[in-house]
């Protein structure tokens, strides 16, 4: 039976919360935030905002850096796309598609 690899199961556990997701859209334009403007956006406790992104930050989906006690975060769009390509791996292993015709997400021929 194939697995999901690690990488790709912490991709999908970082996005599988709406509240993770619309965190996500808060780093939009590149933007970076600290845990306490994350919290503020999103009317979230500021333990709670933390826990969301140190498990975005874990997936390789959020980058961080510590200025002495204040962490700024910002979007890994880097990281986004290898997991993503990590993904994309561990589905066709698991289920190639089945020739060259089979219609695309569109449901158009490609």
Request: net charge neutral; proline share 5%; glycine share 6%.
């Amino acid at each position: 039976m194939t697995k999901l690899n690690p990488e790709s199961q912490a991709f999908l556990k970082a996005l599988a919360s709406p509240t993770r997701q619309q965190i996500m859209f808060a780093f939009d334009g590149g933007t970076e935030l600290t845990v306490g403007e994350v919290a503020k956006r999103l009317g979230l406790a500021q333990s709670a905002a933390s826990t969301h992104l140190a498990m975005l930050r874990d997936a390789g989906i959020l980058a961080a850096r510590r200025d002495w006690k204040t962490v700024h975060y910002r979007a890994d769009s880097a990281g986004f796309l290898r997991s993503l390509d990590n993904l994309r791996e561990s589905l066709l292993a698991c289920c190639p598609p089945e020739d060259e015709t089979t219609p695309t997400a569109s449901g158009q021929q490609p």
